[in-house]
């Protein structure tokens, strides 16, 4: 997704940097400055990542938009909030360790949630490749770009 956006909106190749790959830039001319940082940690250490990347540009925490998986939407469903619970999900627990507070913007993608409790199971569900075909995962794809686009244009002072 972080990948789709940078392409989306012209940034510049993205760099190693924040222990992530990093760019940034305007997402159109004359449009909101944004950054975009795709950590290269693991999900439950990605705050390591998010935090120092927030220190370092000084970004208000309400000014954060966080792209995640929510295997308690169905899959195709996105819904963006400011703050609120967790969910248990281990990405937004760690980010809100590391950003110091969980008053972020959150994109919750749904990707759907696996016939078990199994942890294993649902584990493995999460980290495997989507099983909807490729139009539809393109289509979901496109749905959370504009969900995060909508956020970004609402926080342009």
């Known amino acids: 997704m972080a990948n789709h956006l940078a392409t989306r909106w012209e940034l510049p190749r993205a760099k190693s940097k924040y222990a992530g790959l990093y760019t940034d830039g305007r997402i159109r001319p004359g449009g909101p400055r944004v950054g975009v940082l795709l950590p290269q940690t693991f999900m439950n250490d990605v705050g390591r990542s998010a935090g120092p990347a927030r220190g370092a540009l000084g ?6 938009v966080v792209i995640h998986d929510e295997i308690d939407f169905p899959f195709g469903r996105v819904e963006a909030r400011l703050g609120g ?3 248990g999900h281990n990405g937004p627990k760690a ?6 507070g ?10 759907g949630r696996p016939d078990t409790t199994d942890s294993e199971v649902v584990a493995k569900y999460v980290l495997s490749r989507f099983r909807e075909p490729d139009d539809q995962v393109r289509g979901l794809i496109e749905d959370a770009a504009r969900e995060v686009e909508r956020l970004v244009e609402a926080s342009e002072p």
């Open 59 to 64: 970004v208000p925490l309400d000014r954060i």
């Open 85 to 87: 619970g967790l969910g």
């Open 95 to 100: 980010l809100k360790e590391g950003l110091g």
């Open 102 to 111: 969980p008053d972020f913007h959150r994109v919750r993608v749904g990707v």
